[in-house]
């Protein structure tokens, strides 16, 4: 199901980069260690989906997972770095091809997009294969994401040209989540932490709204109102609650020795 980029690879002109300061580290730790926390809690799909943040201090390049490797076999070092045409900047291999299209047009005409992670994570797509609106505010953790959401109605097949990388983007618009039909999902957040704080509880709020379509009882909405003021409550402490996350997921991996800083 993944495509290789290697047919449309291009060979990046010479330029003076620093990839080394600790901003840049940072990213790739903090990248890397989300792939290791997806994988562990059942994100991904083979070597299909990908997460990309944009280079600290290089608003024209982005960090991204190379074909061919699960997300439980992302490290720092492994992840690869990007321009917008194309080119592999720094790091071995590259990109599959339909992460290459997506991400690198969502972060060329979206800058407020630091970070895009997009899985087939099964709560969450099996929201995107029902008729009607996929997310319903129904509990708390779906409430983080009230008027943050959009829909793009239109499966296209698989993104391997800059059009359909385009028509994401434009789909996605002023949301944060966007949710494809008959196909999965992408988070666009602020930065890395934020991204990864989304992507998990929006997760989980699928997977407990499943849970009560599957009991057949009649489902109780929040009122529009309760839902709005919720979001709002959510929405000053989420930066701050984000960073505290994924420093949590850090802890885990390295409390277990996963290596994703090599």
Same mark, same amino acid.
């Given at each position: 199901?993944?495509?290789?980029?290697?047919?449309?690879?291009?060979?990046?002109?010479?330029?003076?980069?620093?990839?080394?300061?600790?901003?840049?580290?940072?990213?790739?730790?903090?990248?890397?260690?989300?792939?290791?926390?997806?994988?562990?809690?059942?994100?991904?799909?083979?070597?299909?989906?990908?997460?990309?943040?944009?280079?600290?201090?290089?608003?024209?390049?982005?960090?991204?997972?190379?074909?061919?490797?699960?997300?439980?076999?992302?490290?720092?070092?492994?992840?690869?770095?990007?321009?917008?045409?194309?080119?592999?900047?720094?790091?071995?291999?590259?990109?599959?091809?339909?992460?290459?299209?997506?991400?690198?047009?969502?972060?060329?005409?979206?800058?407020?997009?630091?970070?895009?992670?997009?899985?087939?994570?099964?709560?969450?797509?099996?929201?995107?294969?029902?008729?009607?609106?996929?997310?319903?505010?129904?509990?708390?953790?779906?409430?983080?994401?009230?008027?943050?959401?959009?829909?793009?109605?239109?499966?296209?097949?698989?993104?391997?040209?800059?059009?359909?990388?385009?028509?994401?983007?434009?789909?996605?618009?002023?949301?944060?989540?966007?949710?494809? !039909?008959?196909?999965?999902?992408?988070?666009?957040?602020? &930065?890395?932490?934020?991204?990864?704080?989304?992507?998990?509880?929006?997760?989980?709020?699928?997977?407990?709204?499943? !849970?009560?379509?599957?009991?057949?009882?009649?489902?109780?909405?929040?009122?529009?109102?309760?839902?709005?003021?919720?979001?709002?409550?959510?929405?000053?402490?989420?930066?701050? &609650?984000?960073?505290?996350?994924?420093?949590?997921?850090?802890?885990?991996?390295?409390?277990?020795?996963?290596?994703?800083?090599?």
């Amino acid at each position: 199901m993944a495509h290789s980029f290697a047919s449309t690879k291009r060979t990046a002109a010479p330029r003076t980069l620093q990839l080394d300061s600790s901003a840049v580290v940072q990213a790739r730790l903090e990248l890397a260690a989300c792939f290791q926390l997806a994988a562990r809690r059942g994100f991904e799909e083979g070597i299909c989906n990908h997460f990309s943040a944009v280079v600290p201090g290089h608003s024209d390049l982005f960090f991204v997972n190379p074909y061919g490797y699960a997300f439980s076999e992302i490290t720092a070092s492994r992840l690869v770095v990007c321009d917008f045409d194309g080119n592999v900047i720094d790091g071995d291999g590259e990109p599959e091809a339909t992460a290459w299209y997506i991400h690198s047009q969502l972060h060329q005409s979206m800058p407020r997009v630091k970070a895009a992670f997009h899985t087939h994570m099964p709560n969450a797509t099996a929201l995107c294969l029902l008729e009607g609106p996929p997310l319903l505010w129904l509990g708390q953790s779906s409430l983080k994401f009230y008027g943050r959401t959009a829909v793009d109605e239109h499966y296209n097949g698989l993104a391997l040209d800059t059009s359909e990388g385009d028509r994401i983007a434009e789909a996605l618009g002023k949301a944060d989540i966007l949710f494809l !039909k008959n196909h999965g999902v992408l988070v666009a957040g602020a &930065s890395i932490a934020e991204a990864w704080d989304d992507l998990y509880y929006l997760e989980r709020a699928a997977e407990v709204q499943l !849970k009560a379509m599957g009991s057949n009882r009649m489902l109780k909405p929040v009122p529009p109102e309760v839902a709005q003021r919720a979001y709002e409550q959510m929405r000053v402490v989420d930066p701050e &609650s984000a960073r505290a996350h994924l420093a949590s997921g850090l802890r885990e991996l390295r409390r277990l020795g996963i290596a994703f800083d090599e």
